[in-house]
């Protein structure tokens, strides 16, 4: 995964998890981040998709986790985020002649999925309590 969203969704949970009795706006989320709160609504509706944070609309509106942090784990976080492969996405079209380019994707795809499932295992042990507790 090499874009933004999971750093910004880890963001936006650890402020959750470090105020867990407050509904917090997407403007003071995307403030404590210095992004557009359009990106920070974008990733917490794909959150609460997931089930991870709920929301409250209106004027004393905004959010909070859905169930302790000690029971979010950074996986799923990650796994609600996964877009991309994380070494970068295969060749477009190599070469069918090639002895390498004919097999190139198959095995960079594995290379992929191997990769992942380390970085998913490492993550799923590490709940978002583990993780904001590095915060003061």
């Known amino acids: 995964m090499n874009d933004r969203r999971f750093a910004i969704s880890i963001h ?3 402020l959750l998890a470090k105020n867990p009795d407050k509904l917090l706006a997407s403007d003071y989320l995307a403030g404590s ?3 557009n709160p359009v990106l ?3 990733e917490l509706s ?3 998709k997931h089930g991870i944070v709920i929301s409250k609309e209106g004027k004393h ?3 909070m986790l859905a169930r302790p942090a000690a029971e979010i784990y950074l996986s799923d976080v990650y796994k ?3 877009s991309h492969t994380i070494l970068g996405n295969e060749l477009a079209s190599p070469n069918p002649q090639c002895p390498v380019g004919k097999q190139i994707n198959e095995h960079l795809n594995k290379l992929n999925l191997e990769a992942e499932n380390i970085m998913v295992r490492q993550l ?3 709940t978002l309590a583990d993780f904001s507790n590095r915060f003061s």
Do not use: D
């Open 12 to 14: 936006i949970l650890v």
């Open 33 to 35: 981040m210095n992004i």
């Open 40 to 42: 920070v609504r974008k």
């Open 46 to 48: 794909n959150l609460r």
């Open 61 to 63: 509106g905004g959010c």
């Open 80 to 82: 609600t985020v996964s």
């Open 124 to 126: 799923s042990g590490q």
